[in-house]
């Protein structure tokens, strides 16, 4: 199951080819109906999409180097109706949106209550906000939330983490570390090295990613941690795990730099919760990342088909039997 073997047909460019212009996004015979999304004069990156795919959170930056903060809008948009803005977060930073599970709220890190934490807002209005996963420790700092199916867990990826035993004291170290709190911030629980955490639709298993070999690559364990099963190899940076609906298969981003012309690349892959079936959905030198698999089917995520990032979706095939 090589990369480099998979032997896809383009279709759908949104940028010409040519030997002085990188290719912008396009889907292999392996997706359809490529689509964008947003088109606000802004950068727009990490799409989350409420449980009933009618609404799309997303990061917005007005412009190169501004602060980041969150909108929520309808998807009437797609339709070629207005999108209406449900919530902004506009005046405090907000990135990194997930829902709550039954959508009467997202969790996200913000610094709209002081200082930088994970911040949830509530109710259908999501105006009323409070912070999360704090432990008591105004310095605790976490990225990335991943809200459980059944709301009571929120996961989440932490920065250097250092765990100590009582007794024969020993220390365990990991540079970066997923962690899985209840919504109190107690409780907090290390399940070992990775990043970027992503609960299975009935919350029996979590994909994330680890370091292996000096690459990034996705695996996939039992909700307490155990049992992690590496489902990624090779010579790039897999990444930003996000599941199929039914729980059969996972969507990451595959990203690799070329170092002499001063820049990087990532495209969308699909493969099966056990490692098989292989398929690449996006193909371009630009960046396709931070993919996020709605009920609907549908598949949304980040792009910079030119120089801003804006949100995107696509439909993949069925994975080819292999």
């Not at 007794?167 to 907090?188: H, K």
């Not at 990532?266 to 960046?287: H, K, M, P």
Request: hydrophobic share 40%.
């Amino acid at each position: 199951m090589l990369r480099a073997l998979l032997l896809m047909a383009v279709s759908a460019p949104l940028l010409a080819c040519s030997a002085s212009i990188r290719r912008g996004v396009s889907t292999t015979e392996a997706a359809t109906a490529l689509q964008q999304v947003t088109f606000s004069q802004g950068s727009e990156r990490d799409p989350a999409i409420s449980p009933d795919a009618k609404s799309i959170a997303y990061e917005v930056s007005d412009s190169r180097g501004a602060t980041p903060h969150l909108e929520v809008t309808t998807l009437n948009g797609v339709a070629g109706q207005p999108a209406e803005t449900r919530y902004s977060s506009k005046g405090a930073m907000g990135m990194e949106p997930a829902w709550m599970p039954d959508g009467t709220g997202l969790v996200f890190v913000s610094n709209a209550l002081g200082a930088p934490g994970l911040v949830q807002t509530s109710g259908t209005s999501l105006h009323s906000s409070s912070f999360l996963a704090r432990a008591g420790d105004p310095g605790f700092s976490a990225s990335w939330p991943a809200m459980s199916p059944d709301g009571k867990s929120i996961a989440m990826s932490l920065p250097r983490t250092r765990l100590y035993e009582t007794g024969w004291l020993r220390t365990e170290r990991f540079n970066s570390a997923l962690g899985v709190s209840d919504l109190e911030g107690s409780g907090l629980t290390i399940l070992g090295e990775g990043t970027d955490p992503a609960w299975s639709p009935h919350g029996e298993r979590i994909a994330f990613v680890r370091i292996v070999g000096g690459h990034t690559h996705v695996f996939v364990a039992k909700a307490d941690g155990t049992g992690a099963r590496q489902i990624t190899e090779g010579p790039d940076d897999d990444q930003q795990p996000a599941w199929s609906p039914d729980g059969s298969a996972l969507v990451f981003c595959s990203a690799h730099g070329q170092k002499e012309q001063g820049w990087t690349q990532s495209n969308l892959f699909v493969v099966r919760a056990d490692g098989s079936g292989l398929e690449q959905l996006t193909e371009g030198d630009r960046i396709a990342c931070r993919p996020d698999w709605a009920s609907d089917g549908l598949i949304y995520f980040h792009a910079n088909a030119t120089d801003q990032f804006h949100i995107w979706r696509l439909a993949p095939r069925a994975l080819t039997a292999r």
